[in-house]
């Protein structure tokens, strides 16, 4: 009998029922893929981590380098398990070109180096994560340019000394636990030590990278003060273990948080729209359900008669969910497997997506068993007696209809039925908003994360072009003579040298430390402050979002600088946002030493009608061998593969909103026409025509679309943006605005929802002819 009785309600509600399936299945198949990238993200990470055999604090040094004072501070410090000294030969980018292109590296934001295999640990990893190991004429390439480049295993790498060129095939693609992320703009190609060698008689700027493993990973911390206390080889940055992990899981950590916040938004709505399925679905057996009553069938059998239907339909829609994860989970592991490759799947990365979906099966089987408690106040004689749970009474109260003036009628009735049935409404106002609130956030994080503005959030002032020098024997003179030639320069509307030099700070805890400080004028090229302004006088400092809270200080406050056996007292002067470098840099307007500086930038803005593409090329070849930086494609090359990802998401995110969007309201209206039946009958037996009564709900619908857009539009600009400042502070940019497109989020998306609603009411509305609702009075 309850397979009969299931079957027959299937028949009676074929697309409602459908719909719910679809929607339960789509909430599945969202919590198990952002369980499976989760669990695969951590998987592939510890993996490569273990098979890289990982540092714990790397040093990077350019410059002279003194092997012996490291073996002593080495066999004097018992917590340092390994050590090795790798040097990277540093290669121009106009020197390389990269597979059968015409066209060298010139314009790439990346620092290019070239590394023999290392002997120790931080292993150089093909696709299998097995060692690389090569012969003569052979080259592994980072796997960054297998995606930028579109390169294959076989292309040739060309690289150009003068006259001289060497041609590389490349046999493998490079898995770098240190600069695998496209975030890093470091990245190592690996050849033969033969080929090393060779290649070092035409390149002599090297750099270094001072690589430590710790007897215990916990003491990280203690040894990083061990090494800035000594006077060990320091002019660059430093990285270590937690950072590795923090950068390598970016992108794909991402995408996976705006995966699980949307299926956790869906699951609620899932469950809403549960609700109005079952309250239409009482509603229009309501007069069974008295007659079942009515002859002794016990309460018990007919909850089970409701929920053998919704046991069902959960149970096979979350397990087709599972199944269609399983089928679409690579699209988005895809990148997961590229750069970090695949862990042996362990127990636990199986049962953690099939637990997150059986919670959303359980979550739809509890809240049936809640609802049902509404067939605790039936009762058989009231049942019989009216035929609808409490049918709908003519909204008299208010502003009567004979108060309206220039209103026209239906709109009238429509906005009316609105406001004296809010409560009713709301439920329908409030999915609405949610449905707005998860396609415009991670709309507006995609315009964001894509806008030229963003590059101010990595501690970097937005302007046209940045030239970088790194440190070498000439580096100051080259400097002061670009700085000659770009003050003659017609084309240049203003410019912004800066220094980074290593100074020691005095922590909150009174151990000295290092900081890595910029010099220069920051109000030339404005950073994205927090509070405060850029620094103005000598005695001012702007500290990085991290930093300030490493050191503990606030605008106003003051701290000790120490250079050249010199302290100087700074004052906080502001505080700014900054991603990059492990979000800890520091601003300041000191005077810098040629002996401990790091590198040289120079911020660039040229004149409006000149082209800066043509100007770069310019550049590239007058200050050989400095970086030339066109900006707009700046973050194109970092952040494309996560802007790629997200991309992704939020189109799956829109569609499955907009599904919604037609489901909840087909069945809000269902429920809403059932329980409106003698109400539709009255005002048809008044002179209403069929026509006025669909103008009637299409008015209370778009009415509702309208509020629901624009509250869920406010709540992505304030809770929306809240949440993505929260995610921003943990990597140094906690006050993240969002860049929003008016036209996307003020225009055509709102259009679309409204035309969603409306021709899904219009849709909806046809079912009044067609099932004699009309008629029901006279009947």
Not at 238 to 243: F, K, P, R, S
Request: a positive charge; glycine letters at 6%.
């Amino acid at each position: 009998m309850l397979l009969k009785i299931a079957i027959k309600d299937f028949q009676r509600n074929k697309i409602v029922t459908i719909g719910l399936f679809l929607f339960i299945m789509l909430s599945a198949l969202l919590v198990a893929s952002a369980s499976h990238i989760i669990m695969e993200l951590s998987g592939s990470l510890n993996h490569l981590l273990l098979k890289s055999n990982a540092p714990h604090f790397v040093q990077m040094h350019q410059g002279p380098i003194n092997h012996t004072v490291i073996q002593r501070f080495v066999s004097a410090n018992p917590i340092v398990k390994k050590q090795q000294t790798v040097e990277m030969l540093r290669i121009d980018g106009s020197n390389i070109t990269l597979g059968n292109q015409s066209k060298t590296e010139l314009n790439s934001v990346m620092d290019i180096g070239f590394v023999r295999q290392n002997p120790s640990f931080d292993f150089l990893l093909n696709l299998e994560n097995e060692v690389i190991q090569l012969s003569e004429g052979e080259i592994a390439v980072p796997i960054y340019y297998r995606q930028q480049n579109h390169l294959s295993i076989g292309d040739p790498v060309t690289i150009t000394a003068g006259t001289r060129q060497s041609t590389f095939t490349i046999v493998d693609f490079v898995r770098d636990v240190q600069m695998n992320p496209a975030l890093v703009s470091s990245k190592r190609f690996v050849v033969s030590d033969r080929d090393y060698t060779v290649l070092k008689r035409f390149f002599k700027d090297s750099e270094y990278l001072i690589e430590f493993q710790l007897t215990d990973r916990s003491k990280l911390s203690e040894f990083r003060s061990a090494y800035e206390a000594s006077a060990l080889p320091a002019k660059g940055p430093t990285v270590d273990y937690a950072l590795f992990k923090t950068l390598n899981a970016l992108t794909d950590g991402v995408i996976a948080l705006v995966i699980i916040l949307a299926s956790i938004l869906l699951m609620i709505i899932a469950l809403l729209c549960l609700r109005f399925t079952m309250i239409a679905a009482l509603e229009e057996d309501y007069r069974e359900l008295g007659v079942m009553k009515a002859i002794g069938i016990p309460q018990s059998e007919i909850r089970a008669i409701y929920m053998a239907k919704y046991i069902v339909m959960a149970a096979s829609s979350s397990l087709l969910g599972y199944l269609a994860s399983l089928a679409v989970i690579r699209i988005f592991t895809a990148n997961i497997s590229l750069y970090l490759g695949t862990a042996s799947p362990s127990l636990l990365q199986y049962l953690v997506p099939v637990l997150a979906v059986a919670i959303v099966f359980g979550a739809v089987v509890l809240f049936c068993k809640l609802m049902l408690r509404r067939l605790n106040g039936i009762t058989a004689v009231e049942a019989l007696r009216s035929g609808t749970a409490g049918a709908a009474k003519l909204n008299t109260a208010m502003i009567p209809l004979s108060r309206r003036k220039w209103m026209n009628v239906n709109i009238f009735l429509g906005i009316k039925d609105v406001v004296g049935r809010f409560k009713m409404y709301g439920l329908l106002l409030f999915i609405l908003m949610i449905c707005t609130f998860i396609i415009i956030v991670p709309v507006n994080l995609l315009h964001t994360l894509q806008s030229p503005k963003f590059i101010t959030y990595m501690g970097i002032g937005q302007s046209h072009i940045r030239i970088d020098l790194q440190q070498s024997g000439s580096t100051e003179r080259k400097f002061e003579s670009m700085l000659r030639t770009l003050e003659k320069d017609q084309d240049i509307a203003k410019f912004s040298p800066l220094v980074t030099s290593r100074f020691k700070v005095l922590g909150s805890d009174g151990v000295w430390e290092s900081l890595n400080v910029e010099s220069g004028d920051f109000s030339i090229f404005p950073l994205s402050y927090i509070e405060g302004t850029a620094p103005e006088k000598s005695n001012e400092i702007a500290l990085s979002d991290l930093n300030a809270r490493d050191l503990d200080k606030g605008l106003g406050e003051e701290l000790l600088l120490a250079a050249g056996g010199t302290q100087l007292k700074m004052t906080v002067s502001g505080i700014y946002q900054d991603i990059t470098n492990g979000g800890r840099t520091a601003k300041a307007r000191l005077p810098y030493d040629p002996k401990t500086a790091m590198w040289y930038v120079v911020a660039i803005d040229v004149k409006p009608d000149v082209e800066v593409s043509a100007k770069v090329d310019q550049y590239a070849k007058l200050f050989y061998p400095a970086k030339i930086t066109h900006l707009d494609s700046y973050l194109s090359q970092t952040l494309g593969s996560m802007i790629a990802q997200l991309r992704l998401a939020t189109l799956l995110i829109i569609a499955i909103s907009l599904a919604i969007s037609v489901l909840i309201t087909s069945l809000f209206l269902k429920m809403l026409l059932a329980k409106d039946a003698s109400q539709i009958s009255i005002l048809r037996s008044i002179g209403f025509s069929l026509g006025d009564i669909r103008r009637q709900y299409m008015v209370r619908m778009l009415l509702i679309a309208g509020l629901g857009i624009t509250l869920g539009t406010i709540a992505a600009g304030t809770l929306g943006q809240g949440v993505v400042r929260v995610i921003g502070s943990m990597m140094g940019a906690s006050k993240i605005q969002f860049v929003i497109q008016p036209m996307t989020v003020y225009g055509w998306l709102p259009l679309v929802f409204v035309l969603v609603v409306g021709v899904t009411t219009f849709v909806s509305t046809m079912s009044i002819k067609k099932s004699g609702i009309a008629v029901q009075m006279s009947e």
